[in-house]
């Protein structure tokens, strides 16, 4: 049956969260009118789905330096850099219901000098955000027609930061467009080693999922390889171990520019992105001293 995910049986959400999960659906429904599809999956976990849903508020709703469409328009932003189709699509929606200008949906290039101004930071901070320095934050704070404030900028960040992992989450559990969502052919991420058109959201047995599953099959006989060599090997750090398995990851996974700009990527999408081939690059190579990078813990 068609359900939110592609991994999830329909019957089984909200019913295995229980009471709780129901209870914080309700809440979701009140407070926004609808419940996705991403609540819904994270409705089998009611503790964490209280703290998402939260989080979702305080940052779309509640007050704060930036408009209501202008947030929304900066999710566009964020969810555009990885080709989420899903949280474009919904928030295109979300940006006209709180009086957004239709037009900024046409593209990027339609929307204010200002909001294109994060275009920069957006794709570093998706991609590449060790190259982020002070003087990007300058560039946007400078003074001028179209410069920020501290406070709006603070909360841009946040925003694109948040729903840069939020297409993860919904890469990772195959959410599927709801009903009245129109926004391409699906939410699968371009498979790194397939030329088709990704596959359909009401498709799980299409081309896109049949390409995920396959990559992890693969990943995980790697992942094998490398735990029997390592009891073979004595001496083996640790560390040098999770530097394999990062180069492995790294090879397996990675999507190449070519499938960037590959022109089956949809309309909806590609339009809101500036310098679609810029991409993941990793910042250490095989055989070269890794760089410092600064550690929270």
């Not at 328009?73 to 189709?85: K, L």
């Not at 490398?226 to 394999?244: D, F, K, S």
């Not at 190449?256 to 910042?283: A, V």
């Amino acid at each position: 049956a068609r359900g939110p995910s592609t991994f999830i049986p329909l019957g089984e959400v909200p019913r295995e969260g229980g009471e709780s999960s129901l209870r914080q659906l309700l809440e979701a429904f009140v407070s926004a009118g609808r419940v996705d599809h991403v609540a819904m999956v994270m409705g089998l976990h009611p503790q964490y789905l209280s703290s998402f849903w939260k989080t979702q508020y305080l940052l779309l709703r509640m007050d704060g330096p930036l408009p209501h469409h202008k947030r929304h328009y900066i999710a566009i932003m964020a969810a555009a850099r990885h080709r989420c189709s899903y949280l474009v699509g919904l928030h295109m929606g979300e940006f006209l219901q709180v009086g957004g200008n239709p037009a900024w949906l046409q593209g990027l290039h339609c929307a204010p000098q200002k909001l294109r101004n994060l275009n920069e930071i957006n794709k570093l901070l998706a991609h590449r955000p060790w190259l982020i320095t002070k003087e990007h934050i300058e560039a946007l704070l400078r003074p001028g027609q179209d410069s920020w404030s501290l406070a709006e900028l603070v909360q841009a960040l946040v925003l694109l930061t948040h729903y840069h992992s939020l297409a993860s989450f919904v890469f990772g559990c195959g959410i599927k467009p709801e009903e009245d969502q129109d926004v391409g052919d699906s939410c699968w991420a371009p498979s790194p080693h397939s030329d088709s058109s990704p596959a359909s959201g009401d498709s799980p047995g299409g081309s896109g999922g049949t390409d995920a599953v396959q990559e992890v099959e693969v990943l995980m006989e790697r992942m094998k390889l490398l735990q029997e060599n390592q009891l073979e090997e004595e001496g083996v750090t640790q560390e040098e171990m999770a530097t394999r398995f990062e180069l492995e990851k790294t090879e397996s996974l990675l999507v190449p520019s070519s499938d960037i700009l590959d022109p089956s990527l949809q309309s909806s999408i590609r339009c809101f992105l500036e310098d679609p081939e810029f991409g993941y690059k990793d910042f250490t190579r095989r055989g070269e001293q890794a760089p410092p990078t600064f550690r929270a813990q």
